[in-house]
């Protein structure tokens, strides 16, 4: 890191917070402070929505999937545009024509209070937890990368949310994502472009897409029923759907974004805008991280790209195989780099045969370096992260960027980290507001809950903070947020098409199936983890949606109750 890096980097972060704290200081009423004031446009939505969900997790764990696995982790998003036409078809009209502040005072409005208390609950958990990674997603890797202090880190990430969310509520989120979104957008585009002008001279774009595919990085459509793949078309489409419905339909963080339209219209638009994007834009991220696979073809590599996790071992008993382990890399790599420009020039079934091959051989080696590096870290008794997928994209850009470019790609990773954030515990606090504390202590004044809103906030990002300072990184950081939300979502998601579609199941079975559902997925989720069921986690939002209906249906056919169906 430069003088100039340090400047960039300051400076985007600074600017974005001063202009969103200044923009929009002073919200008078609960109105403006938890919606807006219900003045944004389609195109503010539309990048606001788009901000909440790409956090920093996206562009440190994107590229780092792409480099390991390749293309087909797009097959993820291929249930969101169907889900954005659900969702302005059934949900946006719904929450508009009943002027709600949050996604669960309507299920008060269809079954009863409990059961709104029971969802807003859930979601506060998941979604707490959801924003302690969002801030210790890139503390934890620019911590290991640059050697600061990851405490400081978690601390002045969450700080500097904390700043503009509290000074300005909803509409300083949304100002805010919408300029943290050109910075990410400019930042990935120069470094796509920066990455194809380091490749060799004689490696064309399309030269390059065809290295990835002869390596197995372009294989993006998996039509198999196969569990043991956890990303195929048939996860995407019906996982995917039922996970993005609960997210986008359900979830306080993307709710509050576009409830705060100025229209149904201006709502519609924006969530269609975010629909027609978003699997563009990560399959672009996705192509990121092949492209830096493909850089690395013609450039050295390390065994693994945690310089933490590298120091451990070569500080360890194991740092001699481990060397070994580098010795036995650097002579593949010049292997490896023969067949590619053999392929290149020929193209042939054997240059194709040779580059399969060594890149089996190259994965072994990787997998041994990382099995070292496990029993390096147990034999000093400390957490060492070995999959290092996470700090593929940051090693390039530390290493390969000229300088002022490496600050504003540091830039783009707190930037996605600060949005999301911000949202998260805008959404968390205003349900804390609106779902909690109003129903404990009754009407108060304007004021008076501006204020709280504003207290809630804090403390939310305080318990944020905490949250990211005990974290511990899993397999592949975007996958954990994703488990996390899988795990709640298909249970609300559930709830909700129960109140909006099945008018004859009343308040006492839903929330009975409710709770039986949690437990239910909660288990299934635990056996997948010890191995004693095979079910990948996508699934998990279509079996907790299913199974709560199922339920709720059933105890409601064989339970006399006295409920009132409430008007929706």
Aim: proline share 2%.
């Amino acid at each position: 890191m430069q003088t100039l890096d340090w400047i960039v980097l300051a400076g985007t972060l600074l600017a974005i917070v001063i202009y969103g704290t200044l923009k929009t200081r002073g919200s008078k009423n609960v109105e403006d402070y938890l919606k807006g004031g219900n003045t944004s446009k389609w195109w503010t939505i539309g990048l606001s929505v788009m901000a909440t969900q790409a956090s920093a997790i996206t562009f440190l764990s994107t590229p780092g999937q792409a480099f390991n696995d390749g293309m087909g982790f797009v097959q993820f998003y291929f249930g969101l545009p169907i889900a954005m036409v659900v969702i302005c078809m059934v949900f946006i009209p719904l929450y508009h024509r009943l002027k709600v502040y949050t996604a669960y005072e309507f299920l008060e409005n269809r079954f009863d209070r409990k059961t709104r208390t029971l969802t807003a609950i859930l979601f506060l958990i998941q979604r707490g937890l959801a924003a302690g990674i969002t801030i210790f997603a890139p503390a934890i890797i620019l911590s290991a990368v640059l050697g600061w202090n990851l405490l400081f880190l978690n601390i002045i990430i969450g700080f500097l949310v904390i700043i503009y969310t509290v000074s300005g509520g909803t509409k300083a989120v949304n100002v805010t994502q919408k300029h943290q979104m050109i910075v990410i957008f400019t930042g990935m585009i120069i470094a796509f472009i920066l990455i194809l002008n380091k490749l060799p001279d004689n490696i064309t774009f399309s030269s390059a897409l065809d290295i990835a595919g002869a390596s197995g990085k372009m294989e993006i459509l998996d039509f198999s029923f196969d569990l043991n793949n956890r990303y195929t078309i048939w996860s995407g489409l019906i996982g995917g759907t039922f996970l993005m419905l609960a997210y986008f339909g359900t979830d306080q963080s993307q709710v509050q974004r576009y409830l705060s339209g100025k229209s149904v219209r201006e709502m519609q638009l924006g969530l269609v805008f975010n629909g027609l994007l978003k699997v563009p834009m990560q399959f672009f991220i996705l192509l990121v991280g092949v492209m830096v696979f493909v850089f690395y073809q013609f450039n050295q590599a390390p065994v693994n790209f945690n310089p933490t996790a590298t120091d451990v071992v070569l500080n360890s008993e194991y740092s001699e195989a481990y060397k070994a382990i580098q010795k036995e890399q650097n002579a593949l790599f010049i292997q490896k780099k023969e067949a590619i420009e053999t392929f290149v020039q020929e193209k042939n079934s054997t240059s194709i045969t040779a580059i399969e091959a060594n890149e089996i051989k190259y994965r072994e080696l990787r997998e041994k370096g990382q099995e070292l590096i496990e029993k390096a870290g147990e034999a000093k008794s400390i957490k060492v992260e070995s999959n290092d997928k996470d700090y593929v994209f940051i090693h390039f850009i530390l290493n390969n960027l000229p300088k002022g470019l490496i600050g504003l790609l540091l830039a783009v990773i707190l930037s996605a980290a600060m949005s999301s954030t911000a949202s998260e515990l805008n959404a968390l606090a205003s349900t804390t507001t609106i779902d909690l504390y109003k129903q404990q202590v009754g009407e108060k004044t304007e004021a008076e809950m501006v204020k709280a809103s504003k207290w809630f906030t804090l403390i939310w990002g305080i318990m944020a903070i905490g949250v990211a300072c005990v974290a511990n990184l899993a397999e592949n950081l975007i996958q954990l947020v994703n488990i996390i939300g899988s795990i709640f979502y298909g249970n609300v998601l559930g709830i909700f098409l129960l109140a909006f579609f099945f008018k004859f199941v009343k308040a006492n079975a839903v929330f009975v199936a409710a709770f039986i559902t949690q437990a239910i997925v909660i288990t299934l989720f635990l056996l997948n983890e010890f191995e004693v069921i095979n079910l990948p986690f996508l699934w998990l939002n279509f079996l907790g949606c299913v199974i709560v209906i199922a339920i709720a249906s059933v105890l409601q056919s064989i339970t006399p109750t006295n409920d009132t169906l409430h008007s929706s």
